[in-house]
């Protein structure tokens, strides 16, 4: 028999990484929500290479202490949680303190980081998991963070990502629902050096949509507000026209984090029935407010599913009220576009 032995830090990294990061995408998701955690009001993504060889994303948030900087790569270290039952009430993205570890066991990291309380910035290279260098810069208060050769140790995961193309499409949509996630921040995502989206962080959604999409889609929305015992959902809902071939328009949010969600898909599916023809799915972007106590969002490292503990509810007032304002549109057939 083999003797059962405890793998190395490195090695438990690496397995563990696998989870929290599978592609260009999950790395820009993971580092946005970081920076939205960090109270940032203007972030930028910038990408080379469908973001397989080079990643940076700067934020102008709090920055991370220098004490702190080795900490904040180590596996589980977090400052959002300190005990499990801070986790009925996290209003932070992040809570797993798994994303800077994953991310650096499988790639090459530049950070470059100032708080407002340290006199000066610090520079911290790790490849690999590998602290590499650490110095005192001048920097501006904030974070930016450069991912490099992603999954250059791990060639078995690096066969599996696909064009750069198709890698960065995803990355630009995934930065796209990040942006009408937080109306409130000033987004600009950058590809190849040419700028492909920039929000203006007004806090408007529509505005936010047309700065993501265009006229031809916010002409064809209507706003959408419904209520539950302890939840609120508002945001708004496309004509059927808008209809598509896949649930790419299909966009919802609880409590600012974008999921994806069997029960929400369903509602919304289901109150849009009459109206679309089978294998059509329609344009939503709602934003859920609900008490934290009623949902679960650490079903998966990625925390994109969710549970919700009234289930019915949701549904019934979802389904219901996109049924109830579609049949408004037949009553007005044009919603005029005020801007
Ligand atoms: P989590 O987000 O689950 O806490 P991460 O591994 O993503 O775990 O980050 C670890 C810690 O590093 C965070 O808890 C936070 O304190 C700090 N951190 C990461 N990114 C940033 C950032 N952009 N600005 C400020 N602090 C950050
Ligand atoms: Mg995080």
Redesign the pocket.
């Known amino acids: 028999m083999p003797e059962i032995k405890l793998l190395d830090q490195h090695t438990i990294n690496k397995i563990a990484a696998g989870e929290v990061v599978e592609r260009p995408a999950s790395v820009v998701k ?2 946005v ?3 939205i ?2 109270g940032a009001s203007a972030i930028t993504v910038e990408i080379k290479e469908g973001g397989i060889s080079f990643i940076r994303i700067t ?1 102008n ?4 202490p220098k004490k ?1 900087i080795q900490t ?1 790569f180590v596996r589980h ?4 949680i300190k005990s499990i039952e801070d986790l009925m009430t996290v209003s ?1 993205l ?8 994953s991310i650096a066991a499988v790639s090459q990291i530049e950070v470059i ?1 100032k708080t407002y309380d340290d006199l000066t910035g610090i520079r911290y290279v790790i490849e690999g998991g590998q602290e590499m260098s650490m110095e005192e810069i001048g920097c501006p208060e904030g ?1 930016t ?1 450069i991912i490099k050769n992603l999954f250059y140790n791990t060639p078995a995961r690096k066969k599996f990502l696909k064009k750069p193309a198709t890698e960065g499409a995803h990355i630009s949509e995934f930065v796209n629902k990040l942006a009408l996630g937080h109306m409130g921040i000033s987004f600009k995502f950058i590809y190849n050096n040419a700028i492909k989206l920039h929000t203006s962080g007004n806090n408007v959604l529509k505005d936010c949509i047309l700065n993501v999409y265009d006229k031809e889609i916010v002409k064809n929305i209507m706003p959408f507000a419904v209520e539950g015992h302890d939840f609120d959902i508002h945001g708004f809902i496309g004509k059927p026209q808008l209809c598509r071939a896949n649930r790419t328009y299909e966009t919802y949010y609880i409590n600012g984090r974008y999921v994806k969600s069997k029960l929400m898909m369903r509602a919304i599916e289901d109150g849009y029935k009459t109206k679309l023809t089978v294998h059509k799915y329609p344009f939503v972007v709602l934003h859920m407010q609900i008490n934290p106590d009623l949902i679960d969002v650490n079903v998966h490292p990625n925390k994109m599913e969710i549970r919700f503990h009234n289930e019915m509810e949701i549904y019934e007032v979802i389904k219901n009220g996109i049924h109830q304002h579609l049949r408004q549109v037949d009553l007005i057939p044009e919603v005029p576009f005020d801007k």
């Open positions: 993971e580092l929500e970081n920076a955690d960090a934020d948030g709090i920055g991370i702190d904040a270290s977090t400052s959002k932070s992040g809570f797993r303190g798994e994303a800077l570890a980081t974070t963070i």
